[in-house]
């Protein structure tokens, strides 16, 4: 084997897993029952291919949703965390909304497949600026104090997650989703005075 096949080999083995990677978002978004004969097809290649890449669907469901976070994580690290924090919270949740909405299908496949542990782990940077905001708020009076801070973020990610359900539910419209949402969260997190 010269030096040459063995780079070409590792190019091509990353585009391979990239590309299934890639349909699987896909393909998981649209069902999260997607088998892996589907997504295989949808990556153009064949199940043993995808195989030696991915041991098991669990693997791949992995794969997938980490890609997701990992591009909602980019795009959430643009958004601007400063000034009042009701104003900081809107902005924040009009860019996660539609990430959300991606990765609600994702999020239904990994809970069939991956350990609870996990799922915290490949949520720990959104939920991590969503903490330091609402503890920001609470000490500028901006956000209720009653409850704990754990719980708060977690009930506004089960809030999105369940708007999205909605969404795909057809209860819920893309043109009021968003807005419900908002003002969801919102209620909740409204200081008990307000």
């Given at each position: 084997?010269?030096?040459?096949?063995?780079?070409?080999?590792?190019?091509?083995?990353?585009?391979?897993?990239?590309?299934?990677?890639?349909?699987?978002?896909?393909?998981?978004?649209?069902?999260?029952?997607?088998?892996?004969?589907?997504?295989?097809?949808?990556?153009?290649?064949?199940?043993?291919?995808?195989?030696?890449?991915?041991?098991?669907?669990?693997?791949?469901?992995?794969?997938?949703l980490?890609?997701?976070?990992?591009?909602?994580?980019?795009?959430?690290?643009?958004?601007?965390?400063?000034?009042?924090p009701?104003e900081?919270?809107?902005?924040?949740?009009?860019?996660?909304?539609?990430?959300?909405?991606?990765?609600?299908?994702?999020?239904?496949?990994?809970?069939g497949?991956?350990?609870?542990?996990?799922?915290?782990?490949?949520?720990?940077?959104?939920?991590?600026?969503?903490?330091?905001?609402?503890?920001?708020?609470?000490?500028?009076?901006?956000?209720?104090?009653?409850?704990?801070?754990?719980?708060?973020?977690s009930?506004?990610?089960?809030?999105l997650?369940?708007?999205?359900?909605?969404l795909?539910?057809?209860?819920?419209?893309?043109?009021?989703?968003?807005?419900?949402?908002?003002?969801?969260?919102?209620?909740?997190?409204?200081?008990?005075a307000?």
């Open positions: 084997m010269t030096s040459q096949t063995r780079p070409r080999r590792r190019a091509d083995a990353e585009r391979s897993i990239a590309r299934i990677v890639a349909a699987a978002r896909t393909c998981l978004s649209e069902d999260p029952d997607a088998t892996i004969e589907t997504i295989a097809a949808a990556a153009e290649v064949g199940r043993m291919t995808l195989y030696g890449h991915f041991k098991t669907r669990a693997d791949l469901v992995d794969a997938a980490a890609a997701a976070m990992e591009a909602g994580e980019a795009k959430l690290a643009t958004v601007d965390m400063e000034g009042d009701g900081v919270l809107d902005r924040l949740l009009a860019s996660s909304w539609a990430l959300v909405a991606e990765s609600s299908a994702l999020l239904e496949a990994a809970q497949v991956l350990p609870p542990g996990r799922l915290r782990e490949l949520h720990a940077e959104p939920a991590k600026r969503m903490e330091d905001l609402l503890r920001r708020g609470r000490r500028e009076g901006v956000f209720r104090t009653d409850m704990p801070l754990a719980w708060l973020v009930v506004v990610q089960y809030l997650h369940g708007a999205a359900e909605q795909r539910a057809g209860t819920l419209t893309e043109q009021n989703v968003a807005e419900v949402a908002t003002a969801s969260v919102r209620s909740v997190l409204r200081t008990p307000d």
